[in-house]
């Protein structure tokens, strides 16, 4: 599309402290909420409507006028109008000509259309300055001002003075405006309303995939093992006992999922010898994804810590108590006591307690309020030194937990290890590669590579360097 200056039309201002006139085209639900907004702004509003005169319920002090004659009172125009009813645009090219026309619209479903509505609309009507803009917000949110949610509103378009004239609009609406660039980028912005929760997918269906899988394990292990061989009924176990393997199962692996894709790319960043050229999609999307699967581990760590508390005031814990010590009583013997095991089960207690505190402490940093108020290096040093040391306490407690029956062959049951030991399998791997990689030969190359050096630096011209956007996450904070 050719890029005609927007200088051409003048902003109607009506009066020195009265913003300019805009016109919207459709009286339906958002119009007449954008128009109720604006009119508090101050903003002259005119409709476009197919009826003008049986339009009903609009705001006081907005003008009513057929679409033609509304688009001639202004110069921005702003299209409350479904996509599916633009056809009606064509008749209109001669009036918009030049015209900011800006496209509000979303669809029902991801990539309904081939072509984005904006650039569907800027094909319709050629002779105007397309501009995508306040899709993201809700025509109640607008009424009812609870904007806290989101005041943002994605902007893009390819007249930069047409796209600013919209963004001071936003901003006067007291929103926030974000550039998206180009008209290129609607297709985008288009679909981020249709989105659930885009970031948290990835670590729901993992959690989901854990979760089921250690269930099945538990189930084998814990109840049909036992009724088999023994004829003993422990289906009680699926309350309390299988849920606080399960959980706490998925927030050590969650939690060293989190740290996995750190490694990967150091060692990515090794081989390559360079930071400049882009990660594989999965792994930069996994990286971005790593806030929600720390919070999501650490909600799973919560279930375990209360499921652990109730522990004492369970039947089954009270009446194996009470039916040892009848049993040793008659049989006038007792269990001599066991420093050793008493360390162990202190330790491993203990090592569980810290971790804990450690992982709420990152579960804090990463709240919007606190994360504003450290520096992008006191960020990282919380999220990843002391993201590290929860890690290392919650591996460490799992492993004095297994204490001496860890790895023997004793605790096999259909030669199936304890689920504790998979569930060790990951963090370790984690812990081991992190310590390599901290070793301080290799620490220093990467450092290096991660400071601009590359090993086959004469083959690549610095033009063609491409950044890697996973790393950089301050967006998400
Ligand atoms: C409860 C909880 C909450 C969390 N909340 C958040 C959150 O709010 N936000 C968030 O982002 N993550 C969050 N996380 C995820 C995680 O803690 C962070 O992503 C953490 O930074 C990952 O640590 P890492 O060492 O693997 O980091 P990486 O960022 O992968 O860094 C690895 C190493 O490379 C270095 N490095 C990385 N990039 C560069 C570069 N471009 N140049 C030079 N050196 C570089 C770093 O110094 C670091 O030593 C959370 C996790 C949990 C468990
Ligand atoms: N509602 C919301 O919360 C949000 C809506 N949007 C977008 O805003 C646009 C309008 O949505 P909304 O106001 O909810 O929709 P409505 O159905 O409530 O209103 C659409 C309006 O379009 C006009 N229109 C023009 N031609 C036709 C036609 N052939 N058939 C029917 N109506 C026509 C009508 O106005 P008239 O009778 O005056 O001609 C009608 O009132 C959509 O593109 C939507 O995706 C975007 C973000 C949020
Ligand atoms: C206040 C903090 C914590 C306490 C008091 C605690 C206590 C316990 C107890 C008592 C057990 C044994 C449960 C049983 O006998 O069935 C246990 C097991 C376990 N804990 Fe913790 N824990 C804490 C925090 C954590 C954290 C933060 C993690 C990991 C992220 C974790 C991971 C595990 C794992 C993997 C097991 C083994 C589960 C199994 O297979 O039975 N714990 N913990
Ligand atoms: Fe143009």
Request: with cysteine; glycine share 6%; aromatic share 12%.
């Amino acid at each position: 599309m050719e890029k005609t200056s927007t200088d051409a039309f003048p902003s109607t201002m009506n009066s020195s402290e009265k913003q300019e006139t805009v016109c919207i085209f459709g009286t339906g639900d958002f119009g007449r909420s954008l128009a109720l907004k604006m009119l508090q702004c101050d903003y002259s509003i005119v409709f476009g409507s197919r009826n003008p005169l049986r339009s009903s319920l609009l705001p006081n002090g907005a003008e009513v006028l057929s679409y033609s004659e509304a688009a001639q009172k202004s110069d921005i125009i702003i299209l409350a109008v479904h996509r599916e009813h633009y056809e009606f645009l064509k008749e209109l090219t001669e009036v918009l000509k030049g015209k900011i026309l800006v496209d509000i619209s979303n669809n029902l479903k991801i990539n309904q259309y081939p072509e984005s509505n904006a650039e569907y609309l800027a094909q319709l009507v050629p002779g105007a300055h397309v501009v995508k803009a306040f899709n993201t917000i809700s025509a109640w949110a607008l009424q009812s001002g609870a904007l806290d949610a989101n005041r943002q509103v994605f902007v893009c378009g390819n007249d930069s003075k047409a796209k600013q004239r919209v963004m001071d609009i936003v901003r006067t609406l007291g929103l926030t405006p974000l550039d998206q660039g180009s008209l290129m980028a609607a297709k985008e912005i288009e679909n981020y309303p249709l989105q659930l929760f885009p970031m948290w997918k990835f670590p729901f269906y993992l959690s989901a995939i854990l979760c089921v899988f250690f269930f099945f394990y538990c189930i084998i292990r814990d109840i049909i093992y036992p009724y088999v061989n023994g004829k003993k009924d422990s289906t009680f176990r699926l309350a309390i006992s299988i849920p606080n393997r399960i959980f706490p199962i998925a927030a050590l692996t969650l939690l060293a999922l989190v740290y996995l894709p750190g490694v990967i790319a150091a060692i990515l960043q090794l081989y390559r010898g360079t930071k400049y050229r882009r990660f594989p999609d999965w792994l930069d999307h996994w990286m971005l994804c790593r806030k929600q699967l720390g919070l999501v581990a650490l909600g799973f760590a919560f279930l375990h810590v209360l499921y652990t508390l109730v522990i004492p005031i369970r039947y089954y814990v009270r009446w194996t108590l009470k039916n040892r010590t009848i049993t040793q009583a008659k049989a006038k013997t007792e269990d001599p006591f066991s420093t050793s095991t008493a360390w162990l089960n202190d330790s491993y207690i203990a090592l569980g307690i810290l971790g804990f505190f450690l992982f709420v402490l990152l579960g804090i940093t990463s709240l919007p309020s606190v994360s504003n108020m450290v520096n992008w290096r006191e960020f990282r040093f919380v999220q990843s030194k002391l993201g590290y040391l929860t890690l290392i306490l919650c591996t460490a407690h799992t492993m004095v937990y297994g204490g001496k029956r860890f790895l023997s062959p004793s605790s096999l049951r259909w030669y199936l290890p304890s689920a504790y030991v998979i569930a060790l399998i990951i963090p370790c791997t984690v812990l081991v590669i992190k310590f390599i990689l901290i070793l301080p030969c290799i620490d220093k190359t990467l450092a290096r590579i991660r400071q601009g050096w590359e090993r086959n630096s004469k083959q690549t011209s610095n033009g063609q360097h491409l950044k890697q956007s996973s790393i950089y996450l301050d967006s998400q904070l």
